[in-house]
């Protein structure tokens, strides 16, 4: 498998001397924006063949790279941004699921975030958005390499529930850096708020290098359009938060565009896992992809992921083979010349192979569940070890109401990703010694990072940060 250029040939990047850097020396390192959707699944964006009109996110793949096979770490809020902003496995740092306002952890200080090593190298840094690596002070963002925050702790659902009479979350705080300024935010106006915010920091940093993370609460439940856009598409509310996401990426690159900033700017769109399947007409679409959020099939982890950086990144590129959110860290850290952290991480760096040199550095994927290791990944091949798993209710849930998850186990089963993405067809039988080579590899995965149903403890594994006891 090889990557295919939809406009350019593989040649943009063929003069060692230039690299994926351009043809001439930037006098200031490029600027870096990431916006993350969370619960939007594959099948959600137009240039990944969706049926919700995104112009302004189709745009950036047309002038930009669509990656095909990239995904998540784990299919969960908290445990998937940890590797976003890390580099790492989420086993490996010990961030799982998605902490609520009782955890007593949160991202260690010795883990170093992109925005620590881009801040290191004098960027401007921001987080607007929401966060969910810890909510206590000492692991909020302002802790870990941003100069800015606005935004949530954790996920907009983790509010007292209408009715209760001992509320089991607290009111859910809208944070201005490390000031709680708000108590239960309007979802309605919250994407706006955001994306104002991020149109300002953009503004203001036209004459130094900057990286803005934009972490969206949308399309995560309860959904939340601004009222001057519901009802644009004409395809219920969960289409008009989608529309009003790709409105905000609109709005950022306008901003870059006026600010003469585009063409020395990368911007990335992605999700934090695929879409929360028993919310019916609330929730996303994995497209051909098996199941969703909170499992370790394709539905589940692998999401959309845009990138453009206009003279690097050939336009209207495909990259069809094997890559993750862990790679983002170390390509970032290529493109800015930043030093990768100190302590080992988990992703390899693509900057070459997305400048079209037909390279494939991911060689395998590990698919964890909290500490299970469930699957393993080599080029087309994935191998699913037995396991207990979520699968999609018979029944959709509606406006808001989720109809609950059944649950279903599979045995040991091998499926060639290259012609059944959907992981219908076991070929195990026919392929034997595939089958004992990425057994193999499970128990390479094991040995590093462990895994909770052989009872094993990783080699590689860190502690997360832990609040003192009281």
Known sequence: M????????????????????????????????????????????????????????????????????FHVAQAVCGASRAAILTGCYPNRVSLFGAPNHTATHGLAASEQTIAELLHDRGYATAIIGKWHLGHLPQFLPLHNGFDEWFGLPYSNDMVPKPGASDPYYPQLPLYSDDRVIEQNPAMDTLTTRYTERAVQFVERHREQPFFLYLPHTMPHVPLGVNPLRAGVTGQGRYADVIAELDWSVGQVLEALARSGLADNTIVIFTSDNGPWLPYGNHAGSSGALREGKGTTFEGGVRVPCVLR?????????????????????????????????????????LLATLCGDGSEPRANFYYYWDRQLQAVREGRWKLHLPHHHRTQASAAGRDGESAGEGQANIELSLFDLAVDQNETTDVAKLHQEIVARLQALAVVARNELGDSAQKTTGAGIRPAGQAPTK
């Open 2 to 69: 090889r990557v295919t250029i939809v406009s350019l040939t593989a040649t943009f990047c063929a003069l060692a001397s230039i690299s994926c850097h351009g043809t001439k020396a930037e006098k200031r390192p490029p600027n870096v924006i990431l916006i993350v959707a969370d619960d939007l699944g594959y099948g959600d964006l137009g240039c990944y063949g969706g049926k919700i009109k995104t112009p302004h996110i189709d745009s950036l793949a047309r002038e930009g790279a669509r990656l095909t096979d």
């Open 309 to 349: 950086w206009p003279d690097h990144v050939p336009a209207g590129s495909t990259v069809p083979c094997l890559t993750a959110a862990m790679d983002l860290l170390p390509t970032l850290a290529s493109a800015c010349r930043v030093s990768l952290p100190a302590l080992p991480i988990d992703g390899v760096d």
